[in-house]
């Protein structure tokens, strides 16, 4: 099994940066993909940042050139960097490891940015 714990979100007004994090509970082989998603009061979860075993990523329209998935891979841990912030990017962010046969998730950390 693989334990996700996310940080790093806050309050932050329109324009600022944050960066979260999320540190995998052990190194795993069998993880194909790290991805950040973001669930805003009363909307549906939505991907917003995808990197894969291979170092590949993918951005959500609305955060590109924004936003910048990374790895350490020594540290077992997924960032992604937010600039420019919006006050649309409000939200719960969550990280979530893709295995093969199962999807793993953080427990989420808020993200607020004031305008």
Known sequence: QVQ???SGGGLVQ?????RLSCVVSRSSSSIIAM????QAPGKQRELVAVITSGGSTDYADSVKG???ISRDIAKNTVYLQ????R??????????ADLLRYKYWGQGTQVTVSS
Request: with cysteine; aromatic share 18%; glycine share 10%.
């Open 4 to 6: 996700l714990v996310d």
């Open 14 to 18: 329109a324009g600022g940066s944050l």
């Open 35 to 38: 991805g950040w998603y973001r």
């Open 66 to 68: 924004r936003f910048t």
């Open 82 to 85: 937010m600039n420019s912030l």
């Open 87 to 96: 006050p649309e990017d409000t939200a719960v962010y969550y990280c979530r």
